[in-house]
Each structure stands twice: as C-alpha cells, then as structure tokens.
C-alpha cells in the first residue's frame, strides 16, 4: 500500500507566560486539529513557527479520530480495505478505507458487498492482510489526554452493560416467538384435536395358536406329548392372509367395514369418504388391523381396533373364522392326497389278485388238476402198488422155473402178467416225466401251478396290506392334522384404547422441538459459513 504524499504542515500555536516555565501541550495527533492552549500567566502570546495543515486534511483527520473511537475490529477493517481496493479507492490505512468509502455513499460492513469480495487473491495479498494496520508517516501516536474520571467510567460500563441486557432480550424474546410460533402453536393444535375432535377407538384382543395332532401310530415321546405346534411357515401364512387385501374385502362383503369407517359422526382425519376405493379402505384396514407372530412360543396377537366396541368384536371373530377356513384348507389337500394314494394302491393290488386266480384256474383247467400234488401223490402210489405186484410175479416166475420140467400152462400166463405190469408201470412214469398227448409233464404242470399259487398267495399279502393302508388313511382323514386353538378370545372393551391423548400430544412437542432444533442448528452453520 503506497502512501499519498503530503504538503508540510504550519501550526501556529499560543502560547502562556514563559516566566513561569509552563509549555503549551500539542495536540493529540488524533483529534488532526490546532487546539489553542492558554498559560497561566500574564497573558501575553507567542507566535511559533511551524506547519500549517489545510483545512480538508484536518477535517480527514477528525474523521480518522471518529471512525477510531467506533472500535472497530480488525477483521471489519480489513473487510472495508478489500472492498476500497475493490472500488478502486487509494488509501493510507484501514481507517481511511472506511472514511472514503463513507465519502462515497458505500457500507463498506454491509453482507452483500461481503458475499461480493468472495474472490481468489494472491500470497501476497493474503500476507498483507494479516500485516498490522497501515501507519502514516510523519503523524505522532500520542495518548489522548482525556483522562475519564471513575464516574464516567462507571457511566459506560454501565451503558454497555444496558445495551447487552437489551440485545439478550431481544434475541430471547425473538427465540420465544419462534419456539411460539414453530412448536407450542402446532402442539397446542395436535392437542386440541386428540383431546376434544378425535373420535375414540375401541380395539379388540385375541390370542391364538395352530397346533397339528400327532398320528394313531406314533410312539415314544411324541404320543405322550400329545398335540403339538405347527410349523412357522403355517403361522406366517395365517398372519400374510389376515393382512392381506383378500381378507379386507371379504370381511368388508360380510360386516360392512367400509361402511362402518365411512359414518359422518367420525372426525375428518379417521372417515372414509363415501365412494372410497379398496387402496383407501386398505390402508385403514392396515392401520386398526393388528397382527403379530411370535416364533418362540408359536401364538399369533390380533388386535382389531373400530369406532364400536362391539363392532371391533364383530370383526375379530370373522377374522378368527378367517384363519380356521385357511388352517382346514392347509390341511385338507394333504388328506385328499393320503386318501387318493391309498385308494389307488388298494385297486391296484385287488385288480393283481384277481388276475393271479384267474391264471390258477385256467392252469386247472387246461390240464385237468384241481392240484398237483394229489395227482402226483396219486400215480406214485399207483406205482408202487404195481411195483409190488410185479416183484410178487417176478418171484413166483422164478419159483417155477426153478423146477426141472416147468409148467408151461402156469408160466406163460405169469409172463404175460409181468410184461404187462412193467408197461403200466412204465406208462404211468412217462406221465410224471414226459406227459401225456399234449407234450405237458406232470412236473411243468405242477410248477406252473406253484408259482401260479405263489403269486396268488403274494395278491392276497399285498390286498391286505393295502386295505389296512386304506383304513389307516381314512381314520387320519376323520381327524384333523390342523387345527386353530384360540387362547385368549375376543371380548370388547367397555373404554377407548385410542388415541392416547397425553402420550400423542408429548409425541407431537418432541417431533416439533426435533424438527425445529434441526432447521435452526442447519441455519446457524450455513449463515456462518456465508458470513465468514
């Protein structure tokens, strides 16, 4: 910063009596004017040489003493110094930068022109605004001589201690209005409308559980456990239909639910309009339709909230006949499917045992046997007695043979006997063996009719097994598997639930003190950031 060059200066001074040894003080180079001192003495003058300043430099002067008695700080003072470079003013000091920019008609503390001087400087000037104030030369930095005395000192301090009681009320008196206006104002509002225009809700509680019955045939720890729960994924899907839009709808063709939301004696916020679509009537359905699932224990809380006690009950009993129809329609196609199954398996095996007796009697009667072991049992006894007979013959034979001169007449006739006895019996061992005319042994019949008998006798094992699954079927088919247990059943109140009016109105402050909290604390931090 260049310092503009200057015109020397005359001062004439008067001066008292020498006699007495008394000086004439200078004036204080702040106050930039010639002040006549007068001595003590007898009066007489001195006329002393020196500078004399023009009359606008002592007025520039007075102005500096003014501006610096303002106590300005020196972040003000450097603002005003940007904004004289910004305008092209040329100054001696900070002072007087503010002085000339006054001269001109410019504040130079005023936010826009602060928002204005928002621009990249050099190193060096940022160097230079953190240099003390500009001191001009030649001008002596000399302490006033105004000496204050204990009560005026006391008369400022008080005077300031006036004017920031002032400002602290000031500012306390706008935060009250705005604490007034912003939060005490909306509560006082929420308030009125939970204590004197909210229509009063009655809600509805019920408990209840879907356990599942164990089969006849179970054992062990189970059977003496007896019925237990049901699984989780049955619950939840009880809990999904209850909140579904399918059970607004339903609940809404049977008791009415939106007309029942849509009186005119309900207060504005709560009432259905008269022609209010299914997405309206749902989310008030959502909203006093309750229903919570706890996996630990299995119940599953429904709480039904209307503007009628006895309506709330009306609708918790649907909505438990609701979840029962779903819980019997869970289990209903699993028993359908049990049924179908066995059903099928016991046709199945009946259908196969009567072809397996059919194939025993067509065997009988292609060959002619009720069974193969009789006729078997039968021919080898036949056997055997010829064998007998023709070992009878065969040793009389040799008896007469054994004679000199053999009877012909006896002999022959026992020959005939023997021969005739080996071709039956040979005959009748080609019957167990080869078989008759058709080429069939006895042997291929008799096997044949074994494993004709064997899968018959097989037929019949697996129809009695199928008849007992059938029956086992149907009995786990008369029993429900499923069932709705209702723990705690709906009864109506007999006082409002809701709204709970002090605990709503508390809410509403805390909300409005939270929403304004976090407005002015957002404010605050921008302001600063804009204004520093």
């Known amino acids: 910063m260049t310092t503009k060059p ?57 102005a500096l003493a003014e501006i610096r008695k303002e106590g300005l700080t020196g972040r003000q003072l450097r603002m005003a110094r940007r904004v004289a470079q910004r305008h092209g003013i040329a100054a ?13 008609g410019i504040d130079p503390f005023q936010r826009s022109n602060m928002l204005e001087l928002v621009v990249a400087e050099s190193n060096q000037q940022q160097a230079q605004d953190n240099l003390p104030q500009t001191v ?8 006033s001589t105004k000496v204050l005395d204990e009560d005026t000192r006391a008369r400022e301090i008080r005077k300031i201690q006036q004017d920031i009681v002032r400002r602290r009320r000031r500012k306390l008196a706008l935060l009250m209005t705005r604490l007034a206006f912003f939060v005490l104002l909306p509560t006082l509002i929420a308030g009125y409308y939970y204590y004197k225009i909210a229509t009063p809700i009655y809600a509805t509680k019920s408990e209840f559980v879907i356990q599942q019955s164990e089969s006849a045939s179970a054992t062990g720890l ?3 456990l007896g019925p237990q729960f049901a699984t989780s994924q049955d619950s939840i899907t009880v809990q999904s239909y209850l909140q579904s839009r399918d059970a607004m709808l339903r609940l809404n ?3 009415g639910f939106k007309e029942h939301f849509s009186q005119p004696d309900l207060d504005p916020i709560l009432r259905l309009p008269p022609d209010a679509t299914n997405e309206a009537a749902y989310r008030v359905y959502s909203k006093y339709v309750v229903i919570s699932f706890d996996p630990t224990e299995g119940i599953i809380k429904m709480e039904v909230a209307a503007a009628d006690p006895e309506v709330s009950a009306a609708f918790s009993e649907a909505l438990l006949g609701y979840a029962e129809s779903i819980v019997d329609n869970l289990s209903q196609r699993l028993r359908e499917d049990q049924m179908r199954g066995a059903r099928e398996s016991f046709e199945d095996a009946e259908a196969k045992r009567g072809q397996a007796q059919r194939r025993v009697i067509e065997l009988q009667q292609d060959y002619e046997v009720i069974s193969s072991d009789v006729e078997i049992s039968l021919l080898t006894g036949q056997i055997s007695t010829l064998e007998t007979e023709l070992t009878q ?16 007449a006896r002999v022959d006739p026992l020959k005939r006997r023997i021969e005739n006895l080996e071709n039956a019996i040979a005959e009748m061992r080609s019957l167990l063996t080869e078989g008759a005319k058709d080429g069939t042994s006895l042997a291929e019949v008799q096997s044949q009719l074994a494993v004709a008998q064997a899968d018959l006798e097989t037929r019949n094992l697996m129809m009695q097994q199928s008849l007992q699954q059938l029956e086992s079927a149907r009995i786990e088919a ?55």
């Open 478 to 532: 008369n029993r429900q598997t499923r069932y709705l247990s209702t723990g705690v059943s709906p009864t109506p109140p007999d006082e409002a639930t809701y709204p709970r009016k002090f605990e709503n109105t508390l809410l509403a402050f805390l909300i409005f003190s939270g929403i304004y909290l976090m407005v002015s604390i957002t404010a605050s931090i921008l302001r600063e950031q804009v204004t520093s």
């Open 6 to 62: 200057k015109a020397k200066k005359f001062r004439i001074r008067r001066a008292g009596s020498l006699g007495r040894g008394d000086t004439a003080p200078e004036s204080s180079p702040q106050d930039g004017s010639a002040s006549p001192n007068m001595g003590a003495g007898a009066g007489q003058q001195q006329v002393m040489q020196g500078e004399i300043s023009s009359a606008a430099e002592v007025s520039g002067e007075e």
């Open 393 to 408: 013959n065969r040793l009389q034979l040799i008896e007469l043979m054994s004679n000199s001169r053999p009877n012909p």
């Open 222 to 224: 189970g059977s003496i």
């Open 253 to 255: 063709e049977e008791l």
């Open 92 to 104: 001696t000091s900070d002072y007087d930068a503010v002085r000339l920019l006054r001269a001109r």
């Open 136 to 143: 001009q030369q030649g001008q002596q930095q000399l302490p």
